[in-house]
């Protein structure tokens, strides 16, 4: 049995992940703050499985209640008794130049998108380090190697995980522990709509899916820091 926990769950990236990994036979928990919408994404899983679905709990939290975030993990591991990865791709965007931004949504958007991300990190890797195995995936984005003028909270937040990533690739190395920052372009999910590219255009969330299904698919002694995925038309 494998075990993977997956943040921002209930759409996009997470629930087209959710639905691969399930159909690989992972037992899931699905976390995201709205219960109505995991809960449509674990039924879409189950109709689509059939009796050949894993188990999928859905574990509804904010990534900003660190409290919260603990307790839930503790629950995971006290089903399942271990946790093989991580998916870390809860995550909001708020533009706005620095001068115009509110800082009440700056702090949001790193309250999100990285804060976030560093709770799950924090209840997961110990759990990980005792097993002596697992695998870390973190969605950054291009935002978090570009800087984009309007961008300025988004692509702090992913710059900052990109970095988080790196320390951890090297910290969790010698505890047989993977880490993996993942930085695609514009996804064509809802919050790639301002993007004002079609479809076509986009990178596809099963493409996202394939990513994962190679990571984990690869030997032990492979290791890969970071991943970067374009689109066709956004490269000059």
Not at 20 to 28: H, I, M, P, Q
Not at 121 to 133: C, D, E, F, G
Not at 225 to 233: A, G, N, P, R, T
């Amino acid at each position: 049995m494998k075990v993977a926990v997956i943040t921002g769950a209930s759409r996009g990236i997470g629930a087209c992940v959710a639905e691969g990994l399930a159909a690989d036979g992972y037992v899931l928990a699905l976390t995201a703050r709205s219960q109505d919408d995991l809960k449509k994404v674990a039924e879409r899983i189950k109709k689509k499985l059939g009796t050949q679905v894993p188990q999928v709990v859905t574990c509804p939290v904010d990534v900003q209640d660190h409290k919260a975030v603990e307790a839930t993990i503790a629950s995971v591991k006290s089903e399942f008794g271990r946790i093989d990865l991580l998916f870390n791709n809860a995550g909001i965007v708020k533009l706005g130049t620095v001068d115009e931004m509110a800082i009440e949504d700056f702090d949001k958007v790193l309250a999100v998108n990285l804060r976030g991300a560093f709770s799950f990190l924090q209840a997961v890797v110990p759990i990980m380090k005792k097993q002596r195995s697992g695998t870390i995936i973190n969605i950054a984005s291009d935002a978090g190697k570009n800087g984009y003028a309007g961008w300025g909270a988004y692509c702090a937040s992913k710059f900052g995980l990109v970095g988080l990533s790196e320390s951890l690739y090297k910290e969790l190395s010698p505890y047989g522990i993977k880490v993996t920052a993942l930085c695609p372009g514009w996804v064509d999910t809802d919050m790639a709509k301002v993007s004002g590219l079609s479809t076509k255009e986009m990178i596809s969330p099963k493409d996202i899916l394939n990513t994962v299904c190679w990571l984990l698919s690869l030997s032990p002694a492979a290791v890969v820091k970071e991943l970067i995925i374009d689109c066709s038309e956004s490269i000059a």
